[in-house]
């Protein structure tokens, strides 16, 4: 701990100093007198200051929340020694928030004691959110003397993105092989009717149509749609990340990629996710409540880096993209290499929607001519992009307005012309 | 909390301000008192010990002023214009500290702080007699000086004992 000398104890010095002398100098015994309080009050408060021995835990009560979600967080204060005015104040992630009154707060704390204060915060913003360091104020016997540390204790809580519910999950492009909640195009077992078709050698008796058969004088059997599962491959641009009104694009990506994953999962489809940027990471396509973790895991961790190296989708390691899977992209459209990835993967046959997270209508264009005309060829700019990804394969969606819009865009897509197998 | 204590600073360091001018009336002492009031108000807005060193100064000033141009000698009072001067420091450092301070302060605080002025306030009362009681018996002598030495140091002395005594 540092410690420094209050202004309190320099006014005190001063004007003890000058009464004395003032009072010897003139002969004016009053004017010692008027300096005694002040001697007495430095010679009783610098007489009992020292070095504080003192810590200080943070704990909280929850070590992952949801958004939106209260979090107490207990502050213990020990003193070894004898009883001092400790102020404390609690540095926060800029994704917690409190109230600047119970941020920080001032207590005894002595004799061997030990306070816990509690404070109230709120998770604000998804992520790796820490609570702490502790900031400590130590005041000595009469404020002249002001002991400042930070004790490094600090406390990570997981901020998982709120759950934004799609109202329907996203058009299949092929089925796999595993049972799922999505109706195949093939024709197999299952509950889906599908069609009759004369009874051939090793069709199970179980599936005679009688009805069919009485009328045409000829075993017939049912057939049907199995139930099957989708991959579904969610594409993270995280090139760049550009702070909007209605939340960053990053925010908008994470968010819609968190609400899709769960969707998928939930009906037992695999998902898998590539957070393609500065720094490329990726989740090979699994299901189960297991995997739901390890996406809420991963996307936590996600988040801009800037690189100037040339990155393309060949930096995916074999089976990151599982043949047929549909590629849900989130991305603002302004990172060439992201573009070129999502185009390179439209063009090698794979299913890819990209969510354009970035609304246009946001970026404010300037007043003057020359603003005007490179506001004019960024958006051309972008219209070109676009093109060249619908040239591609791509459908691109916007996303401008939020996340909620751009689920909301999701929820009413339609299965493409490309027959689902 | 804050504007009670500044208020009770305030009302007090007038008092103290003003004992100049009626012990001894004249312009000096009057502009003088106006001086460090306004520089105890800046101090109590702006929160800065800039403006209560100022106004301490230029009471001093006006203090040693009154006692050499026409204030009754020796002044008897000044024991209590020494402990009434040193509450007004103190509670403009109270009036700070809420002022500063944006979270809760605990109660005990102010209640420790608050007994630690009365004790106090006690002990330096009695320091300050005994300091001017010790300068009016050594005035005439020409020992003046190291018999206010000795009387100053045994006054603290005394004062620490009594408070350390009273405080625990």
């Known amino acids: 701990m540092t410690a420094s000398a209050t202004p309190k104890l320099v006014t005190y010095i001063l004007i003890a100093g000058l009464a004395l002398l003032g009072g010897i100098t003139l002969g004016q015994p009053e004017l010692v007198a008027l300096a005694a309080p002040l001697v007495m009050s430095l010679v009783l408060g610098l007489g009992r200051t020292h070095l504080p021995a003192s810590s200080a835990t943070v704990e909280t009560d929850v070590d992952r929340c949801i958004e939106g979600d209260a979090i107490k967080a207990t502050v213990t204060l020990n003193s070894f020694e004898t009883p001092v005015e400790m102020e404390v104040a609690m540095g926060l992630s800029p994704g917690l928030f409190a109230k600047p009154t119970a941020r920080s707060f001032t207590f005894l704390v002595g004799d061997g004691g030990q306070r816990r204060q509690t404070m109230a915060l709120e998770a604000t913003r998804w992520g790796v959110q820490r609570v702490g360091p502790i900031a400590l104020r130590v005041h000595g016997p009469g404020r002249f003397v002001t002991f400042e540390g930070v004790i490094d204790e600090r406390q990570t809580v997981k901020v998982f993105p709120k759950y934004e519910r799609l109202m329907q999950g996203l058009p299949t492009a092929e089925t796999q092989m595993h049972s799922g909640d999505h109706v195949a195009r093939a024709l197999a077992d299952g509950i ?25 004088q000829e075993l017939h059997v049912n057939l049907a749609h199995p139930e099957r599962n989708s991959d579904v491959v969610l594409f993270l641009d995280t090139f760049t ?17 968190s609400a899709v994953a769960q969707h998928h999962l939930r009906h037992h489809d695999r998902v898998g996710l590539v957070s393609f940027g500065g720094n490329a990471r990726w989740l090979t396509a699994s299901m189960g409540r297991s995997h739901t973790y390890r996406i809420v895991e991963f996307l936590l961790d ?3 880096t800037f690189s100037y190296a040339w990155k393309d989708i060949k930096l995916l390691p074999h089976g990151t993209l599982p043949s047929g899977a549909l590629v849900v992209a989130f991305s603002p459209l302004i990172d060439e290499r992201a573009v070129r990835a999502l185009a390179d993967l439209g063009e090698r046959g794979f299913p890819v929607i990209a969510i354009d997270t970035l609304s246009e209508v946001e970026v404010t264009c300037g007043e003057n001519r020359e603003a005007q005309l490179a506001y004019r060829m960024w958006r051309l700019q972008r219209d070109v992009r676009r093109t060249r990804l619908g040239a591609s394969g791509v459908r691109t969606y916007s996303g401008a307005g939020g996340v909620h819009v751009a689920l909301h865009a999701l929820s009413f897509l339609r299965p493409s012309p490309k027959a689902a197998r | 909390m804050a504007a009670r204590l500044s208020a009770s600073c305030a009302l007090l360091g007038i008092a103290v ?9 004249a312009v000096v002492t009057l502009a003088l008192a106006g001086c460090a009031m306004a520089a105890l108000a800046l101090g109590l807005i702006t929160s800065r010990w800039l403006g209560a060193g100022i106004a301490a100064g230029l009471a001093l000033f006006n203090y040693a002023l009154a006692l050499l141009f026409g204030a009754r000698q020796p002044d008897i009072y000044a024991p209590a214009l020494a402990v009434a001067g040193w509450l007004v420091l103190e509670l403009f450092d109270l009036a700070v500290m809420a002022r500063r301070q944006q979270g809760r302060i605990d109660n005990e605080v102010l209640d420790a702080q608050w007994r630690r002025l009365i004790t106090t306030s006690g002990a330096a009362g009695l320091a300050a007699v005994a300091v001017l009681l010790a300068g009016i018996f050594f005035q005439a002598s020409s020992a003046l000086l190291p018999a206010a030495a000795i009387a100053a140091a045994a006054t603290v002395v005394t004062g620490v004992v009594l408070t350390r005594w009273a405080v625990n």
């Open chain 1, 241 to 257: 990340d550009a702070a909007l009104e209605t939340g960053s694009t990053l925010d908008i990506a994470v968010r819609g990629a």
């Open chain 1, 192 to 216: 889906e009717f599908a069609t009759v078709r004369p009874f051939a050698y090793g069709d199970s008796v179980r599936r005679v149509n009688w009805r069919v058969s009485s009328r045409t």
């Open chain 2, 17 to 25: 301000v003003l004992y100049p001018v009626f012990a001894a009336p």
């Open chain 1, 302 to 304: 996600v988040n801009a």
